[in-house]
């Protein structure tokens, strides 16, 4: 098991022009910079969450995308303004951001 309570997953997918698109050209590698610099302001997370820039999570059309885990939390279109309101509502304090949350497709 994980020594960390949640691990924040960021979409880095970049597709070439004229492609589907993809998180990478929506602006997600501010995302995981914004994430970084908002976590030195909480040293008491670093062993509690953990954020990692990874490939690509599916909801293509609605990045950024975002996975939390253990709880399995998504979220969509997140941007850099966003980011302290997420470390201080989900990382701080467990409750997700529920305007950002991912509305999955139903069929």
Request: glycine share 8%; proline share 9%; charged share 20%.
């Amino acid at each position: 098991m994980s020594k960390f309570k949640r691990h924040f997953f960021i979409c880095q997918t970049q597709r070439p022009p004229f492609a589907k698109p993809s998180c990478g050209q929506r602006g997600s590698a501010k995302l995981v910079e914004a994430f970084t610099a908002e976590l030195n302001n909480h040293p008491e997370l670093w062993n509690e969450v953990q954020v990692t820039a990874s490939g690509c999570l599916g909801p293509c059309f609605d990045g950024p995308s975002i996975v939390v885990y253990p709880e399995a939390t998504w979220y969509a279109g997140v941007k850099p303004d966003d980011v302290k309101e997420i470390v201080e509502s989900h990382m701080i304090g467990g409750k997700p951001v529920e305007r950002l949350l991912y509305k999955w497709p139903t069929t």
